[in-house]
């Protein structure tokens, strides 16, 4: 049952606690892509590209998950924080039937479309062949991811970090075994390409959810999932998605951005396609690590203001924030001396060095303001406000990144750089507004 109490003792304590392991589970876990397009990387630009584009989809199939789960982690956070340990257990009961449902339409999605998907975003058909196999291999085992972050989701919320921590370090090292011998083929193992990379992330997943919900339904974690008097609870399944909701759509709208951003970076070549995406796969590991605790201090919010202590949760925000943007910047650093060198690690090819490299630096601008952007709204999400991050979200993404960086690539000298110079940009006033709406305090008052 639960044993931690996130509502008294040292704010920076608590944090910490909760942060280091979401920091290195966030960083192992965006270690799924980056494998992939390692060993992907030996195939060719094609490959590269292909697995770049279709990794995109995948983030948005993942993001609408993810934002499904916030809602549920808001309504476990306030009833921990509020004593109501009864309604846990039922809260999180709803989590599987909302997984189910979303599991299904997106095996009937990947078996049916993955192709077309691909074909809509305009690449050339030499990257079409290459990326719709992953992709459909990827929606297709959904299901695996789903499960994780059922049990991933239920075991933060309660305050329990470590032990996602450690199973997200298990799978990851067997994924780590498992994508070159799928790849390129290994003793009675076929050689699978692309395929295979797809197949090794399912198959790792796979024994990571059957491993989290074990220690779920056995009494291993703080919270004792059960399926005991199990029925389905349209209340609260509407209270989840109404927070979800918005969360899934700030996401949507992120990871459509991303994908209209390939659609105007296309006519650039496939070069110019390969470069974004291999330096998307970098951007997320600046991204992820700050995202640690953001997403720490986001449980520590929902239980405080279930606890009624809403200046407290003020002060973990701002807290983590610092801390995040702290991070942030280093990582900015680490880029602007040795791009060259993180680059290097996927494609020696030249060109696509260079090209990555420029875009990189490009985003630096970002990474300055990353910390305020991550750990704020994450502690929104955690609070329930969900739908402040979505508007943001809207007004910097497709007003900024989209519609400015559209204009800076087709009409100034700038060309393919102009599209970046647009994503660095959209962060910048991403930043602005959240720091002016956390100041209003309205999001300490929020009933979900």
């Given at each position: 049952?639960?044993k931690?109490?996130?509502?008294?003792?040292s704010?920076i304590?608590?944090?910490?606690?909760?942060?280091?392991?979401?920091?290195?589970?966030?960083?192992?876990?965006?270690?799924?892509?980056?494998?992939?397009?390692?060993?992907?990387?030996?195939?060719?630009?094609?490959?590269?590209?292909?697995?770049?584009?279709?990794?995109?989809?995948?983030?948005?199939?993942?993001s609408?998950?993810?934002g499904?789960?916030?809602?549920?982690?808001?309504?476990i956070?306030?009833c921990?924080?509020?004593?109501?340990?009864?309604?846990?257990?039922?809260?999180?009961?709803?989590?599987?039937?909302?997984?189910?449902?979303?599991?299904?339409?997106?095996?009937?999605?990947g078996?049916?479309?993955?192709?077309?998907?691909?074909?809509?975003?305009?690449?050339?058909?030499?990257?079409?062949?290459?990326?719709?196999?992953?992709?459909?291999?990827?929606?297709?085992?959904?299901?695996?991811?789903?499960?994780?972050?059922?049990?991933?989701?239920?075991?933060?919320?309660?305050g329990?970090t470590?032990?996602?921590?450690?199973?997200?370090?298990?799978?990851?090292?067997?994924?780590?075994?498992?994508?070159?011998a799928?790849?390129?083929?290994?003793?009675i193992?076929?050689?699978?390409?692309?395929?295979?990379?797809a197949?090794?992330?399912?198959?790792?997943?796979?024994?990571?959810?059957?491993?989290?919900?074990?220690?779920?339904?056995?009494?291993?974690?703080?919270?004792?999932?059960?399926?005991?008097?199990?029925?389905?609870?349209?209340?609260?399944?509407?209270?989840?998605i109404?927070?979800?909701?918005?969360?899934?759509?700030?996401?949507?709208?992120?990871?459509?951005a991303?994908?209209?951003?390939?659609?105007?970076?296309?006519?650039?070549?496939?070069?110019?396609?390969?470069?974004?995406?291999l330096?998307?796969?970098?951007?997320?590991?600046?991204?992820?690590?700050?995202?640690?605790?953001?997403q720490?201090?986001?449980?520590?919010?929902?239980?405080?203001?279930?606890?009624?202590?809403?200046?407290?949760?003020?002060?973990?925000?701002?807290?983590?924030?610092?801390?995040?943007?702290a991070?942030?910047?280093?990582?900015a650093?680490?880029?602007?001396?040795?791009?060259?060198?993180?680059?290097?690690?996927?494609?020696?090819e030249?060109?696509?060095?260079?090209?990555?490299?420029?875009?990189?630096?490009?985003?630096?601008?970002?990474?300055?303001?990353?910390?305020?952007?991550?750990?704020?709204?994450?502690?929104?999400?955690g609070?329930?406000?969900t739908?402040?991050?979505?508007?943001?979200?809207?007004?910097?993404?497709?007003?900024?990144?989209?519609?400015?960086?559209?204009?800076?690539?087709?009409?100034?000298?700038?060309?393919?750089?102009?599209?970046?110079?647009?994503?660095?940009?959209?962060?910048?006033?991403?930043?602005?507004i959240?720091?002016?709406y956390?100041?209003?305090?309205?999001?300490?008052?929020?009933?979900?």
């Amino acid at each position: 049952m639960i044993k931690t109490d996130l509502t008294t003792g040292s704010i920076i304590g608590n944090l910490w606690s909760l942060s280091w392991p979401m920091l290195i589970t966030n960083t192992v876990n965006t270690l799924g892509p980056a494998i992939d397009m390692i060993w992907v990387g030996k195939l060719g630009s094609a490959s590269i590209a292909g697995v770049g584009v279709s990794g995109i989809v995948v983030m948005l199939v993942n993001s609408l998950l993810s934002g499904m789960f916030t809602g549920i982690m808001a309504l476990i956070a306030r009833c921990i924080g509020s004593g109501d340990e009864k309604s846990v257990n039922r809260i999180a009961q709803q989590a599987f039937v909302l997984a189910g449902f979303f599991s299904l339409m997106m095996a009937l999605i990947g078996i049916f479309t993955a192709r077309h998907i691909l074909l809509t975003l305009g690449v050339a058909h030499s990257v079409v062949d290459e990326g719709a196999a992953y992709l459909r291999i990827l929606l297709v085992g959904i299901v695996t991811m789903a499960g994780l972050q059922i049990g991933q989701s239920i075991m933060q919320a309660s305050g329990d970090t470590r032990t996602p921590m450690k199973i997200s370090l298990g799978y990851r090292v067997l994924q780590i075994t498992l994508c070159p011998a799928f790849v390129f083929g290994f003793w009675i193992i076929p050689s699978m390409g692309v395929s295979g990379a797809a197949l090794s992330n399912i198959v790792a997943q796979g024994i990571g959810a059957v491993i989290t919900l074990s220690i779920l339904f056995n009494s291993h974690s703080r919270i004792k999932v059960s399926l005991h008097q199990f029925s389905i609870d349209w209340h609260i399944i509407w209270r989840a998605i109404r927070i979800g909701i918005p969360a899934s759509l700030t996401q949507i709208e992120r990871n459509f951005a991303d994908l209209v951003m390939v659609r105007l970076i296309t006519p650039f070549g496939t070069m110019a396609v390969a470069a974004h995406s291999l330096s998307q796969r970098i951007d997320s590991f600046v991204q992820m690590p700050g995202g640690g605790f953001g997403q720490g201090a986001g449980v520590i919010v929902g239980h405080n203001l279930g606890a009624k202590q809403p200046d407290r949760a003020d002060r973990t925000a701002w807290l983590a924030a610092a801390l995040a943007s702290a991070i942030s910047i280093t990582c900015a650093l680490v880029i602007w001396f040795w791009v060259e060198n993180l680059v290097g690690v996927f494609s020696q090819e030249s060109s696509l060095v260079t090209t990555a490299s420029t875009f990189l630096r490009i985003q630096i601008v970002a990474y300055l303001f990353w910390g305020l952007v991550v750990a704020l709204s994450l502690c929104l999400n955690g609070a329930g406000d969900t739908m402040v991050p979505m508007i943001t979200n809207f007004i910097s993404m497709w007003g900024v990144q989209i519609g400015l960086g559209y204009i800076l690539s087709r009409y100034t000298d700038l060309g393919v750089n102009g599209l970046r110079w647009g994503m660095a940009i959209g962060v910048v006033v991403r930043a602005a507004i959240y720091v002016i709406y956390f100041r209003t305090g309205r999001w300490k008052y929020k009933i979900i």
